[in-house]
């Protein structure tokens, strides 16, 4: 089974440049979620998607950030003006719902440098 | 809402000895709980997980956790430490709705 993936890998960028991240997500999973992962920090839920509508974004910093998931599969999340603080890890991550609960399976991260 | 605490923000122990994470964790319902490893440049992959019944779970890698609600508690465990062990470990909370809340991390050296 395919995991999630995400792309690019790496982006260096100047502060307030823009920044796209593309995530697919294992294939059937409903739920899609972006966490930002700053060094020596555990992941932050940006914004969780439950097919194409939007569940939780309250941690999303709008002014600078959106993200869309048209079709309910693959999402992309836009960084526009980035910001120096905005270095981090972007980690796209799913899940489905079962009998046993939700798991969810995370990519391997698109890491950003904002310089 | 919830949270997670990870005491140990780096441990270090020697290769063959065992070990144990310490995760405490906030949360009015039933909790689902998970522990993450994450390697360098990599994401993070799930050791294991809680949703409830025995509350002694077993993992992949060797390692087991043990849910203790009365201390609120959910400590991750290996009896004997390989070198590929290295990484940093994530405690997580979970509604039953899927929002995931993770602590800090612990960032475990292993000695030879």
């Known amino acids: 089974e395919a995991g999630v993936a995400q792309s690019p890998r790496y982006k260096i960028i100047e502060k307030r440049q823009s920044v796209a991240f593309w995530c697919n997500p294992i294939?059937?999973?409903?739920?899609l979620y972006w966490y930002q992962q700053i060094l020596g920090q555990g992941p932050k839920l940006l914004i969780q998607?439950?097919?194409?509508?939007?569940?939780?974004d309250s941690q999303l910093p709008k002014d600078r950030f959106s993200a869309e998931r048209l079709k309910g599969v693959d999402s992309t999340l836009k960084i526009q003006p980035a910001k120096l603080e905005d270095s981090a890890v972007y980690l796209c991550?799913?899940?489905?719902?079962?009998?046993?609960?939700?798991?969810?399976?995370f990519g391997e991260g698109s890491w950003l440098t904002v310089v | 809402a919830q949270s997670v605490t990870q005491p140990d923000i780096h441990i270090t122990v020697s290769e063959g000895a065992s070990l144990e994470l310490r995760c405490n964790y906030s949360y009015g319902a039933t909790p689902y709980l998970f522990w993450y490893v994450q390697s360098p440049g990599q994401g993070l992959q799930l050791l294991l997980k809680y949703f409830s019944g025995d509350t002694l779970v077993q993992g992949i890698k060797g390692f087991e956790a043990e849910f203790k609600r009365s201390q609120s508690s959910f400590n991750l465990r290996k009896p004997s430490v390989h070198w590929s062990d290295a990484a940093e470990y994530f405690c997580a909370v979970a509604t039953n709705a899927g929002k995931s809340t993770f602590g800090d991390g612990t960032t475990l050296t292993v000695k030879p």
């Open positions: 294939s059937g999973h409903a739920t």
């Open positions: 991550a799913s899940s489905f719902e079962s009998s046993s609960g939700n798991t969810i399976y």
């Open positions: 998607f439950q097919n194409n509508g939007v569940v939780d």
